[in-house]
């Protein structure tokens, strides 16, 4: 199904410690188009998990809506990949990936496994892992039931800059040989920039939409130091209220 997400949350409210209802979003709303690689930015604690869990349908529990097409995107296939990669210990690689699949085609574990770089790994157990080939049988995993919505939480937080962006390039050669919807949460402007097609940009707690700022220019374009600080300065830009966002058309 090739189908545009609406996301539009009035407002998610946590219980307060001193029983009392604290405001966690507000006023977010926004759409993605079929195949559209959108990344989320904001602070800590602005309620960027949050989101995820409501686009996922883990968190129901909000004023609002959210639709893939005319259905609940939760009725769809969702890949989730969380900021660890929760692979189960008494499996292998291999298993772990395989697990989310009833019946895969001959061969489509395989061929998810040796783009990821996991190839020579399969039967090897979690425990046995660095944190970055966890998180790419992670990444691999999500990729495995044919998502029709990809959701990523800070999947390479924690990672050596060298290791992150071996895992960027990765993440690109799968999603493009596998297009789907991803909304992608970083807090890592340079991520963004990199992967994305389009950045939402929200407040400090309680979260709320500052902005949505299409970046323009191929994925291979992007690569320009000076023009990466150009988007920096953008994004200050609208953090502080300077100004209204535009494309980027330099990067």
């Given amino acids: 199904m090739k189908a545009e997400l609406v996301v539009d949350v009035s407002v998610k409210l946590f219980a307060g410690p001193d029983g009392g209802a604290r405001r966690v979003l507000e006023d977010v709303a926004f759409r993605a188009a079929p195949g559209e690689f959108v990344a989320v930015i904001g602070p800590s604690g602005c309620g960027k998990t949050t989101l995820l869990n409501i686009v996922a349908g883990v968190d129901r529990a909000f004023e609002g809506r959210v639709r893939l097409g005319d259905a609940d995107p939760w009725a769809a296939r969702v890949g989730y990949v969380f900021q660890e990669p929760r692979l189960l210990p008494w499996r292998t690689v291999f298993e772990n990936v395989a697990l989310v699949t009833e019946a895969p085609e001959a061969g489509t574990i395989e061929r998810l496994l040796d783009q990821a770089g996991l190839a020579a790994a399969r039967d090897q157990y979690p425990q046995?892992?660095?944190?970055?080939?966890?998180?790419?049988?992670?990444?691999?995993?999500?990729?495995?039931?044919?998502?029709?919505?990809?959701?990523?939480?800070?999947?390479?937080?924690?990672?050596?800059?060298?290791?992150?962006?071996?895992?960027?390039?990765?993440?690109?050669?799968?999603?493009?040989?596998?297009?789907?919807?991803?909304?992608?949460?970083?807090?890592?402007?340079?991520?963004?920039?990199?992967?994305?097609?389009?950045?939402?940009?929200?407040?400090?707690?309680?979260?709320?939409?500052?902005?949505?700022?299409?970046?323009?220019?191929?994925?291979?374009?992007?690569?320009?130091?000076?023009?990466?600080?150009?988007?920096?300065?953008?994004?200050?830009?609208?953090?502080?209220?300077?100004?209204?966002?535009?494309?980027?058309?330099?990067?």
């Fill in 128 to 251: 046995s892992l660095s944190l970055g080939m966890a998180r790419r049988a992670a990444i691999a995993r999500a990729f495995a039931i044919g998502p029709e919505l990809l959701l990523m939480d800070e999947p390479f937080e924690s990672l050596d800059e060298a290791t992150a962006e071996r895992m960027r390039a990765m993440l690109v050669a799968l999603w493009s040989a596998r297009p789907t919807t991803v909304l992608f949460v970083t807090h890592d402007i340079d991520e963004a920039a990199t992967l994305a097609d389009r950045i939402i940009l929200l407040s400090a707690s309680p979260g709320r939409m500052l902005a949505s700022v299409p970046i323009a220019p191929p994925r291979d374009r992007r690569g320009d130091p000076a023009a990466r600080q150009a988007l920096r300065a953008e994004i200050a830009a609208v953090q502080r209220g300077d100004r209204d966002p535009a494309p980027i058309p330099s990067l």
